[in-house]
Each structure stands twice: as C-alpha cells, then as structure tokens.
C-alpha cells in the first residue's frame, strides 16, 4: 500500500535530511487494537510532519504473518496459516486508509523479496562467525508428536508466578522468556505435559558484541530513558546467545547447512522487516540499489515507534544483527518507546480480548477523532488509561469546543459580516501582536517537541493556538465592534484567520481530513500538500482574500455513542 509520500517530497527542491521512519510491525493473528494502532499512527504523523518541513522520508513497516502464534490460531481454526494472514493482512490495509495512515511502503513478511533478504542476509552473518549450530533439549508433546517452541507451550511465569505465561513472553511482568524456564508446563493444544527431546539449533552470537552495543547505547543521546535504561539492565546482566532456528513449519527457511525443516525465529526475522521493507521499495521503484542510499547513508536518521515490551529487539538485538554484516548500515537513532495504553486501568491484550479495536473503534466516530485522541493520551512517559468517558470528553472539549469552535467562529463571522472577504487591518495594537507573539512560540514549542518525538506535546502546542484564539475573541469581542468600532473588528478577524491558516498547516500531520477542510474552508486555491511547516508563524491570507463555505468541522459524542 503505496502513498504519495514520494510527490511530496519531490516537489521540495532542497530536502534538509534523510530518514527512515519505522513502526513496529502488527502482528496478525487478528485486528489490532488501539494500544497496536498508537505506534503506526505516531510513525504516520511523524512522517507526515517531515514531509511537511521538507525533509526527505521513507517510512516503512507491514504486516507480521509468521512464527508460533498465528500457527496456533490456524490450527485452532482448522485453516492454513497463510490463509489467516491473507485475511487479516487486506482488512488491516483497508483499515489503515480509513485511518489516513501512509506508509511508503506497507508490506507483509510473506512475500518474496522479504524471504530472499531474510535467506541473504543470514547467510552472510553464518558466513561472517556470528551463527553457531548447538543440540539442545527442547519440549516434546508426545500426544501431538511435535516440538513445541515458544507459544506452543504454556505455564507459570519463574518471575511473577502468572500462570498463563507463553514460552516466549510473560504478558503479566513482560520479561521475555525461554519455553523451558516456564514451571508447570503445558501444550497449548492438548494440554498434555510435555517431555524433553533434543534437537539440533542455530544460536546467533550475541554476545560478541557486547562491548559495540555498549558503545552504541552511550553514544546515542536520542534515546529515551526507558529504552536506554532497559538497554543498559540487558548488557549489565550479560547478554546470551539467542536462538535463531525454530522447529515450527510456519515460517522462513533456515538457510544453513544442515538446517533443513528449520525455519527462522519471528523475532529475528521480522525485525529486519525495516530494511526489507526499503528493499521492496526500491525494487518497485526500478532502482534496486536506491535503499542504500538511506540504510547505508551514516547522515540518515533512523527512527522507531514502538511499545516498551519491543525495546531490546531495538536497541540490542537490531543493531547487533546490521553489525554482524559488517556492512555500513545505520544503526537506530531514535527509539520512541511507549508506556502502555490501558484500558479502563486494565493492558490491552489481544489474547484476552481487553481494549477498543480499530474496527470497532470507526463505529463510534470518524478517524481524525481517534488520531487525535490517541496522540493526545500518547504514553510518553507513563502508562495512559484509555476511558470511553475519556474519549468523549477529549472530542467534545478539545476537539469541539476548541479548535472547532474556534475555527467555525472565525470563519462564520468574516462570511456574514464581510462578505466572506478577508478584512483588511488597521495598525496593530499591542493585544494584536501579542497573539501573532504567541502563535511563534506555539509554533516554535511545537517543532521543538516533535523533532524530539515527543508527539504529544507537539499536539499541545499546536492546540494552544486555537485556545489563544477563543481567548482573544473574547477578549475583543467582534460582535460587539462591529457596530462600535468597525476598524477594531476588521484587524481581529484578520488576525484570526492568519491563526485558522497555521492551525490547518500545523496540524496536517495529526488530523489530516480535518486540515484540508479547514483548508477548503479558507478557500486557498494552492494545495495544502504544497505548504510548509514554516510558513505556519507567518501571514498567509491577505485581505480581500474570499473564503469558502464554512461548515463546523466536529460533532460533539452523544452519552448513547459511548455505551458498550
């Protein structure tokens, strides 16, 4: 699913850098939920705000089709793995335009130019010392006569007692685990006690670079503290080989000698998604080499939007593996980790059917509603709690109250009172250019947070101009001034619409659909794909300038909408 990221970019003559924008890919063993759908909409919203400062992007991810847990939901269901992911892979696409996301390339794991990377370039870190084969003891079901890694097994959690802990990961504590460390194990099929068989393993060898990642988790001042402290707890502990084959038959072949019936773990192959990703593209594109021009480009940024139960296949696990090929790929600048979005104090879990999906989400309101929402309670720094009481008043007050309100205001008054021309303005008075004053700064505080990632924030600030706006509105009370001063009138209004211009710039990357109908609305004939962050701070409608039709842009959530 292909954007035109790609004619944005290229109509800026002077791009300022090169970056490669990332989210974590969902899994699809079903829909994903919102705690899911946060980190491809801050990765859609950070591009977007790129692109709007010039910049020259490439953003990728796609969609997760292998490894245990959609094996054991095919099986469940009786159908082929392959068959479930074809599913969920379209229906998610066709979610993700209903949501404005844009990718410049959203794929799928199960295609071949991501299997061919995969094959090539693990062949390459085998032939390059950094793979090892070793026989280990793994769990057996006797009853089902299979192997059983990761999510095939079940039990208790050797850390936090929970006792539906997977092989893989403990959801309870979040700590990433081993099938055998699991007390009380069980078969996820049948429930029968496994035994102890040994089987034949490739193990790469993290280890070896220790001291590099160390180098590399000091050096990178980009990243946040929660992504730089879990890193550095890793390394402190001592880091160990991680296994890289796996028994299971949904996934991709191992290309090592010997490594027939062996497929590669998820993790370790979906994190290289990233790259594989920008492979596809350029090979679309008719120029195969063009990826490298970023991934192999030491002035790229390279910038990932993920949950904190994702950081170490980030920070330690990814930037192991591009050195292990000892080619010149940038490593991770940034990692945006988030909290967890809760949901009614309680983590989204796809596994126990716990949040909002973002199927479900669309029947209850448009999706700028939800792009602004999500942002607006974005996990920065602590878990966030998601509440249906919550979202209604985040639409009725900010959204509605506020920025619509505003705008509709703004716009209405200059259609009955002026013809729908932009008035012309008398000499500003001090009041006046105070709010141009603190347009700038909201402007300023805004690009300052998200060039540090911190969307939520940026979103804050580009709201206070809207706030400013009902405030100065207030205060100089053009419906009263029109009799009584007419001039006054004039310049408020004029300097209103300057505010409405920048608000529907700068909010572009968080509200897409919203932005172009309050473009629409100004009735600015340029497109507002051809604007500029930039141009946000200044003077952007001269007077005589005739408006659209105003429309109000939100509708306010009814007590019924919410009701579940």
Known sequence: MNSPIEEDRATEEHAMGKWIVCSAWPYVNTLPHLGTFVHLLSADV?????????????????????????????????????????????????????????????????????????QEFYSKVYDNGYIYS?????????????????????????????DNARGDQCDSCGRVLDPLELKS?????????????????????????????????????????????????WLKEGLQPRALTRDNRWGIPAPFPGAEG??????????????????EWAEKNGQPDDWKRYWFDKETRNVHFIGKDNIPFHTIILPALLLATEDPYVLPWQVSSTEFI??????????????????????????????????ALRPETKDANFT????????????????????????????????????????????????????????????????????????????????????????????????LDPADARTTMFVCAQLVRSLAIMLTPFMPVMAESVWSQLGIQASLASARWKEAGEIGVSEGHLIGTPVPLFKKISDDQIKQ
Request: proline share 5%; charged share 25%; net charge positive.
């Open 185 to 233: 194990r069980r078969c996820a099929f049948c429930g029968a006690t496994p035994t102890i068989r040994p089987s034949k393993h490739w193990f790469f060898d993290l280890p070896k670079f220790t001291d590099a990642l160390n180098q590399y988790i000091d050096s990178n001042t980009q990243l946040p503290e929660n992504a730089r402290n879990f890193s550095k707890r």
């Open 342 to 375: 809760l949901f009614d104090n309680k983590k989204f879990s796809k596994s126990h059917r716990i949040g909002v999906w973002m199927d479900e989400a669309l029947r209850v309101a448009p999706s700028d509603y939800w792009r602004y929402v999500l942002i």
């Open 388 to 483: 249906w009481k919550e979202f209604q008043a985040r639409v009725n007050a900010d959204l509605n109250d506020v920025l619509g309100n505003f705008v509709h205001r703004t716009l209405t008054f200059i259609k009955s009172n002026f013809a729908g021309s932009i008035p012309s303005a008398s000499e500003l008075a001090d009041r006046d250019r105070k709010v141009f004053e603190r347009l700038r700064e909201c402007h300023q505080k805004a690009e300052m947070e998200l060039d540090q990632c911190k969307l939520r924030e940026g979103l804050s600030a580009v709201m206070d101009v809207a706030r400013e706006g009902n405030l100065y509105l207030s205060e100089t009370e053009p419906w009263h001034k029109i009799k």
């Open 134 to 162: 070793e026989t280990v003891n793994l769990p057996f079901c006797p009853k089902c006569g299979r192997f059983l890694p990761d999510r095939f097994v079940e039990g208790v959690c050797p850390h936090c007692g929970e």
């Open 46 to 118: 950070f591009s977007r705000y790129l692109v709007l400062k010039g910049e020259d992007v490439i953003s990728v991810t796609g969609s997760d089709e292998h490894g245990t847990p959609i094996e054991v939901e095919a099986i469940k269901k009786g159908v082929p793995p392959k068959a479930l992911t074809d599913q969920y892979h379209a229906a998610l696409c066709d979610l993700l335009e209903k949501y404005q996301i844009r990718f410049t390339n959203y794929t799928r794991t199960e295609n071949p130019v991501h299997t061919r990377f995969i």
């Open 262 to 279: 062996k497929t590669i773990y998820v993790w370790l192959e979906a994190v290289l998604g990233y790259v594989s990703a920008a492979v």
